[in-house]
């Protein structure tokens, strides 16, 4: 009797087939690894840019702080900055109480957060309200510097820095260096009750430039 013959040639694969056949398993989790990597990507750069912005919004912020200082203002009524000259701070300042050659620091109501809102003033003649009276930065243009309250023997203006002078009398025109530039000037008007106000901005830079 024949034997029949079976071909086992379809059924048997070469051993580089099997080791270039992947399971269904392993395709699986190579795909899930893909997926995996793919969304930590995402978490990475949605946390980097959640780290930038956080950064950024407070800059942004104090950005605009420093923007939004409050700057003098024509109708801003004049206050003492200290107690030096025998007012209290934030007492509104009254013409007839400056002598001739008496010389004050003053702030507009409200605006004393700003230093650059400091505002000398002098009396360089006698004078009712405001007649006499001359109105500077006290803002020394050398270095930024808050110059001397009180005029010195000579009745200028001293900056206790580096000793710049400047002279009240005439414009407050630089007398001694090192500082190159006057000290901006501001005009004054009479405010109610005997106070004074400022009457415009200062006519120059506040400081150093």
Same mark, same amino acid.
């Given at each position: 009797m024949a034997m029949k013959h079976i071909s086992t040639s379809d059924k048997t694969a070469s051993p580089g087939e099997d080791s270039d056949r992947s399971s269904p398993l392993e395709d699986r989790l190579q795909q899930l690894g893909g997926n995996r990597r793919t969304l930590l990507g995402w978490m990475v750069g949605? +946390?980097?840019?959640?780290?930038?912005? %956080?950064? +950024? =919004? *407070?800059?942004? +912020?104090?950005?605009?702080?420093?923007?939004?200082?409050?700057?003098?203002?024509?109708? @801003?009524?004049? !206050?003492?900055? @200290?107690? /030096? !000259?025998?007012?209290?701070?934030?007492?509104?300042?009254?013409?007839?109480?400056? *002598?001739?050659?008496?010389?004050?620091? $003053?702030? *507009? /109501?409200?605006?004393? %957060?700003?230093?650059?809102? $400091? =505002?000398?003033?002098?009396?360089?003649?006698?004078?009712?309200?405001? +007649?006499?009276?001359?109105?500077? %930065?006290?803002?020394? /243009?050398?270095l930024g510097c808050a110059v001397n309250e009180k005029l010195n023997r000579d009745n200028l203006i001293l900056c206790p820095c580096h000793g710049s002078i400047y002279d009240p009398a005439n414009h407050a025109a630089v007398r001694r260096g090192p500082s190159n530039r006057a000290l901006p000037g501001m005009p004054v008007a009479d405010g109610p009750n005997g106070t004074v106000m400022a009457n415009g901005p200062f006519d120059g830079p506040i400081g150093p430039q």
């Amino acid at each position: 009797m024949a034997m029949k013959h079976i071909s086992t040639s379809d059924k048997t694969a070469s051993p580089g087939e099997d080791s270039d056949r992947s399971s269904p398993l392993e395709d699986r989790l190579q795909q899930l690894g893909g997926n995996r990597r793919t969304l930590l990507g995402w978490m990475v750069g949605i +946390a980097a840019g959640a780290f930038a912005v %956080s950064f +950024a =919004v *407070p800059a942004a +912020a104090l950005k605009a702080l420093a923007l939004e200082k409050p700057v003098i203002a024509v109708g @801003d009524v004049l !206050t003492y900055a @200290d107690a /030096t !000259t025998g007012g209290q701070p934030g007492q509104p300042f009254k013409a007839a109480d400056l *002598p001739v050659n008496g010389s004050v620091q $003053l702030f *507009p /109501t409200g605006k004393e %957060s700003n230093e650059d809102n $400091l =505002v000398q003033v002098v009396r360089i003649a006698p004078g009712d309200g405001v +007649a006499g009276l001359v109105a500077y %930065s006290a803002i020394c /243009t050398h270095l930024g510097c808050a110059v001397n309250e009180k005029l010195n023997r000579d009745n200028l203006i001293l900056c206790p820095c580096h000793g710049s002078i400047y002279d009240p009398a005439n414009h407050a025109a630089v007398r001694r260096g090192p500082s190159n530039r006057a000290l901006p000037g501001m005009p004054v008007a009479d405010g109610p009750n005997g106070t004074v106000m400022a009457n415009g901005p200062f006519d120059g830079p506040i400081g150093p430039q």
